[in-house]
């Protein structure tokens, strides 16, 4: 009996050893695998031959400098023709500004990291463009929403438009965009900053999109999916209800007034 208890306490103290033996290693293992992520690689441009790659430099150069050129001229004119000094130019001004940004927040890097040969780009500028990114598609959206409301009342009620698109109204709904705009986007990027990011680190993109992130990311994303889906829809199909809504009612306003022009078919001789 003494033997065999021997002999069963020798077995559990050699495999002792061996645990504490390999702990080191597997704690080390586990950290490596868990260790966060300081930078991302964008594989936009490199996924594509070197010919494509070429092409596309030139592509994205070409649109970003038709873009901004554009715009920048569209802001020129309204700020210098003082005639264009009216709520529909107004919201135009701001449009433009808008499409400026959006499209400087990817495009800038695409090519700094095509003709530098660079594809990294750091967690905290990741993060910095995706925040960019959602506050300016949520400005645009708005803004399109709010020029499709004054074409309605334009259209609609033109006797009242300079009353009701009176000038304090047409800040008070730009600032309101740009308010909500940042919120939505600050919300989003708070999600995402509170994920965490292990040995997978390429995105197959151009920039830093949700997506990709949410697929490289090790740990629960639930909450941030429910996010998208439910604030992040409301944000993007209330502007989309909006001008909906305001291009029926100017189609209905104008087949009306064509009723009221077109004479009775019983009057035509």
């Given at each position: ?6 002999n ?5 103290e050699?495999?002792l050893?061996a ?8 704690q080390l293992r586990r950290?490596a695998?868990?260790?966060s ?6 594989l936009g441009?490199s996924r594509?031959?070197?010919q494509?790659?070429?092409?596309l ?6 649109m970003?400098?038709a873009?901004?050129?554009g715009?920048?001229l ?13 709520p529909m130019?107004?919201?135009?001004f ?5 499409d400026?940004?959006?499209s ?11 003709i530098?040969r ?16 959602f506050e ?10 709010v020029m499709?409301?004054d074409?309605f009342?334009?259209?609609c009620h033109p ?5 009701k698109?009176a000038?304090?109204?047409c800040?008070?709904?730009?600032t309101?965009s740009?308010v909500?705009?940042s919120l ?6 708070l ?6 990011f ?11 999109d949700v997506?990709?992130?949410l697929?490289l ?5 639930h ?9 992040g829809?409301?944000?993007m ?6 001008i909906?809504?305001?291009y ?5 306003a ?8 077109d004479?009775p ?5």
């Open positions: 009996m003494d033997g065999s208890t021997d069963h306490f020798s077995r559990h050699e495999r050893m645990i504490s033996t390999n702990l080191p290693q597997i950290g695998n868990q260790s992520v300081s930078e991302f690689l964008l441009l594509q031959p070197q494509q790659q070429q092409l430099f030139l592509l994205f150069l070409t970003y400098l873009t901004v050129l715009n920048l569209i802001l020129l004119a309204i700020s210098v023709d003082s005639r264009l000094h009216i130019y107004f919201f135009l701001n449009l433009s500004f808008v400026i940004c959006f400087s927040t990817t495009v800038p890097k695409v090519l700094a990291n095509h530098l660079r594809q990294t780009i750091s967690f905290s500028g990741c993060l910095m463009q995706m925040y960019f990114l300016f598609a949520d400005m645009d959206n708005f803004l399109l929403a499709a409301y074409r009342v334009a259209v006797l009242h438009y300079s009353v698109m000038p304090q109204l800040a008070l709904l730009v309101g740009w909500t705009a939505n986007a600050l919300l989003h990027t999600l995402m900053a509170r994920l965490s292990c040995a997978d680190n390429a995105i197959p993109h151009f920039f830093c997506t990709p992130l697929k990311s090790c740990s629960d994303t909450l941030k999916e429910v996010v998208i889906l439910t604030e829809a409301l944000i199909i209330t502007p989309f209800v909006c909906l809504a305001s029926v009612l100017i189609t209905c104008v087949e009306r007034e064509n009723r009221k022009l004479p078919k019983a009057m035509i001789v």
